[in-house]
């Protein structure tokens, strides 16, 4: 898309089809477990987190997730931590990927919410399927909230908000990049 400061209709559907063809191609990056060039669609100074969920009584949904940068998450994660995460599973040595889990990422529901000329901020829903050994199953299934930054004229991801449907989670680790 071009530096424009009101995009067009066309222009807005044409950049979604772009931002959609890009979430998919990381997806399939992921599930083909070729994680260097996954972290090549990163920025260096990428923010990865996932609060933690809770039951909160009717009225107090702004304490349902926990506070970015205050209360615990799941993940709070940068580039260099990212890149750890993916060596230690290369080393063959990963007690909880040896062997890999076989995992889908299904995306959905891309909606562009804020757009501007090098940085765009997508909404987009993903149901992530797990299953390693015999008797390993497991589904996440949620929204991320994203900010695109156009790098070098293409997308890199400089911040991914994972937001989960359950608040307790089953599986016996998250190695899973979402």
């Avoid at 100074?45 to 702004?62: C, S, T």
């Avoid at 993903?126 to 996440?140: A, G, M, Q, W």
Wanted: hydrophobic residues 40%; proline residues 3%; glycine residues 2%.
């Amino acid at each position: 898309m071009h530096a424009l400061t009101t995009p067009t209709e066309q222009d807005r559907l044409l950049l979604r089809l772009e931002i959609e063809d890009f979430l998919y191609r990381e997806a399939d990056l992921l599930d083909e477990r070729r994680f260097d060039e996954w972290l090549e669609l990163l920025t260096d100074d990428i923010r990865y987190w996932m609060p933690m969920r809770r039951n909160v009584p009717y009225g107090e949904q702004d304490r349902e997730y926990t506070v970015e940068r205050l209360d615990m998450s799941w993940f709070d994660e940068g580039k260099t931590t990212l890149t750890q995460r993916v060596l230690q599973m290369k080393t063959g040595s990963h007690w909880c990927e040896e062997p890999f889990s076989r995992i889908s990422h299904l995306i959905s529901n891309v909606r562009l919410l804020d757009v501007e000329p090098s940085e765009v901020r997508v909404s987009s829903r993903f149901i992530v399927h797990k299953n390693r050994l015999e008797d390993e199953d497991h589904v996440f299934i949620g929204r991320r909230i994203d900010t695109l930054r156009r790098v070098d004229a293409s997308w890199k991801i400089a911040r991914r908000e994972i937001l989960l449907d359950q608040n307790v989670l089953l599986a016996k680790n998250l190695t899973a990049f979402f």
